[in-house]
C-alpha cells in the first residue's frame, strides 16, 4: 500500500512539474528524438549562458533547424518562426507550449512585427534565451543568405549577448528546398551527419550585423568541414 500511495504520488508531482514547466522535458524529448534521426556533432555548447537573457543566432537550411538547436541548447529557447508555419493546424498546438513567437509580414499583417519584437523584449526582460535566423527564410542553395535587419532591431530594444551559431549536414534533406520546395519531396536520408557549433558570445556592442553573420559564416564553415570529410570516408569505403 504505501509503495502504490509513493508511486501515485510520484506520478501525481511529475504531472503538475509537466503541467507548470513543459519546456524543460519537451526540449529533452526534441534532443532524443533528433538524435535518433541523425548522427549529430555538438560544440561549444558551454557559451550558452547558464542563466540571464542571450541571444542565439544561426543560418537557416531547413525546417528542421529549430529542433536541433532547440534540443541541443542546454537551456530551453524561445525561437521566431514563420506565422503560417505557427499556424499549422497540426502542430500548433506545440508551438504556442514551446513559447515560440510568430512573424508575419507587415503586407499580411500590419502590425505584426511591432508584436513579435514586443514578445521577444518580454522573453528577454525575464532572463529567457531567444534564437532567431537573421536571414529570414530557408536558404536557397544551402549557403548563407544576407542577414536582414532583425537582429539589430531587436539589440536596439534589449542589448544581451548575442551566441552565434553554425549549422551544416541538412541541406540535401526533404525538409530543406535542395531538388524542389521543402517538404515536397518524400524523404530518402536517415541518420545524416548533421553538425552545430556555438560560438563565443558578442557583447551587445560587438554584435552588429556584418560581424555576427562573419562569425557564422565562420562556424558553418567549420561544421562543413566535418560534414563533408565524413561523407567522403562514408564513399571511400564503399
Request: hydrophobic residues 45%.
Amino acid at each position: 500500500m504505501l509503495l502504490w500511495l509513493l508511486v501515485g504520488g510520484a506520478l501525481l508531482a511529475g504531472s503538475w512539474w509537466l503541467v507548470r514547466k513543459p519546456r524543460p522535458l519537451i526540449r529533452r524529448l526534441v534532443f532524443l528524438t533528433v538524435f535518433l534521426l541523425y548522427r549529430l556533432r555538438l560544440r561549444g555548447q558551454g557559451h550558452i549562458p547558464p542563466r540571464g537573457p542571450a541571444l542565439v543566432v544561426c543560418n537557416h537550411v531547413s525546417f528542421m533547424d529549430a529542433m536541433v538547436i532547440g534540443g541541443a541548447c542546454p537551456r530551453p529557447l524561445r525561437f521566431l518562426m514563420d506565422k503560417p508555419i505557427y499556424d499549422s493546424p497540426w502542430l500548433n498546438w506545440l508551438f504556442r507550449l514551446v513559447g515560440a513567437i510568430p512573424v508575419e509580414s507587415e503586407r499580411r499583417d500590419p502590425g505584426n512585427i511591432r508584436r513579435a519584437l514586443e514578445e521577444v523584449s518580454r522573453a528577454l526582460a525575464e532572463g529567457e534565451v531567444v534564437m532567431l535566423f537573421p536571414e529570414g527564410r530557408l536558404s536557397p542553395n544551402g549557403e548563407v543568405q544576407p542577414f536582414r535587419r532583425g537582429l539589430e532591431l531587436i539589440l536596439a530594444r534589449d542589448p544581451v549577448p548575442v551566441i552565434p551559431a553554425g549549422l551544416s549536414g541538412l541541406w540535401g534533406s526533404w525538409t530543406s528546398h535542395h531538388g524542389g520546395r521543402a517538404l515536397s519531396k518524400p524523404p530518402r536520408r536517415f541518420r545524416a551527419r548533421v553538425a552545430l557549433y556555438f560560438g563565443e558570445p558578442l557583447a551587445p556592442h560587438e554584435a552588429s550585423r556584418p560581424r555576427v553573420e562573419a562569425r557564422v559564416r565562420t562556424l558553418k564553415a567549420q561544421a562543413d568541414q566535418w560534414a563533408e570529410r565524413r561523407s567522403r570516408e562514408v564513399v571511400s569505403r564503399r
